[in-house]
Each structure stands twice: as C-alpha cells, then as structure tokens.
T-cell receptor
C-alpha cells in the first residue's frame, strides 16, 4: 500500500505570495490532518478534514485554509505569505480520525521557505 | 490550557545502552497518548498508542508506560542502535474536541 504523499517536497516563495500544498492520503483513509512544524514551536495542528468537511481547526489565522476532495486528497493554501510561515508542513491521514486507536500516518512533508 | 512537556530536550547515549524519555501532560479529558519517532527530514512515525486503561505497551525495543493518575508517560529504549537517533515526540489526544497536543520532542543521538 502506498504511503502518504505530499507535493511539492520543497518550495521557495517571497513575502506576499500565496502557496498551495497537496496531500494524497493512504488509499481508504478518509481523515486528513495538516500540521506546521518549526524549530521554535514544534508541531502545531492546523486543521482536519473528513469526507470533504473541515472537522477540526487549530489556532491559525484565516490566511491558512484547506479543502478535501471526494477522493480524500487534500490541499492546503496559505495566502499573503509572511517570513514566519517558513516551516515544514506535514500531512497525516487515518481511517477515521476519531476512533480511539486510529493511527495517523504522516507524509514526508513540504519544506516551505519564505524569503 | 492543554500542555505536553517532554524531558530531556536532548540526550546523547552510546550504542547498546538503554535510555528513558519522559512526558508529562495536563490534557483533560484524556483520550490517548502516542509516541512518535521522527527522523531528520521525514514525517513522524507512530511507535505506540495507549488509552487510559493501559499501563504499558511495547513495540520491539521500544516500551511505553502510562500513569494516568500522575499524568506521566515514559518511553524506554533498550539496547540502542545508531538508527534510533531521531526526535521522539509525545502526543496526547483529548480536550473537548479530542484535539492532539504535541510535546516539543526529545532529540536522541546514539553514538558508536
């Protein structure tokens, strides 16, 4: 079974631009979560999608948005990029996301650098 | 406020030695606690998941313990190998929306 894939793996943007990141979950997984990882803050939860609906949201500004398609693939968009948005963005998929012992499988991440 | 604190921040040990990493949490209500291993430049990989009723769970040379009364967990690594060098992250699921709260991780370096 193929793992979680994320594209692109690396991205360089300038302040004020916008960016879209893509995540393909493991086949059969319906829950997709997005996380931001920085050296100073560690892993922080952005949002979770299940069956094309945002089910949970972390404490990030409205510049961060996402969506999920009918095939469970998900995209994350960041508008008006700031220097502080430079981070590793991780996507994780799971079967349901709510079951007690549901395991999340992480992708390799997209390394975003904002200049 | 839900928090997960890990100690130590970093640890250096020699190959073949054992080590124990600590995790304290204040997440309430508690649902489950997970330990992840993250190699440099890669996404985290799940090692163990424990619910309230479980005291210990093993995955090969990794053994996690949970004390729900004191809200503490530990991850014990036996007979360390060079490939164990990674960041180990403690994650607690809970709170009103069953969100995940992440610890900042322990960076383990195993030297030959």
């Amino acid at each position: 079974k193929a793992g979680v894939t994320q594209t692109p793996r690396y991205l360089i943007k300038t302040r004020g631009q916008q960016v879209t990141l893509s995540c393909s979950p493991i086949s059969g997984h319906r829950s997709v979560s997005w996380y931001q990882q920085t050296p100073g803050q560690g892993l922080q939860f952005l949002f979770e999608y299940f069956s094309e609906t945002q089910r949970n949201k972390g404490n990030f500004p409205g510049r961060f948005s996402g969506r999920q398609f009918s095939n469970s693939r998900s995209e994350m968009n960041v508008s008006t990029l700031e220097l502080g948005d430079s981070a590793l963005y991780l996507c994780a998929s799971s079967l349901d996301g709510r079951a007690e012992l549901d395991t999340q499988y992480f992708g390799p991440g997209t390394r975003l650098t904002v200049l | 406020k839900n928090q997960v604190e890990q100690s130590p921040q970093s640890l250096i040990i020699l190959e073949g030695k054992n080590c124990t990493l600590q995790c304290n949490y204040t997440v309430s209500p508690f649902s489950n606690l997970r330990w992840y291993k993250q190699d440099t430049g890669r996404g985290p990989v799940s090692l163990t998941i424990m619910t309230f009723s479980e005291n210990t769970k093993s995955n090969g040379r990794y053994t996690a313990t949970l004390d729900a009364d004191t809200k503490q967990s530990s991850l014990h690594i036996t007979a360390s190998q060079l490939s164990d060098s990674a960041s180990y992250i403690c994650v607690v699921s809970g709170g009103s929306a069953r969100q995940l709260t992440f610890g900042s991780g322990t960076q383990l370096t195993v030297l030959p």
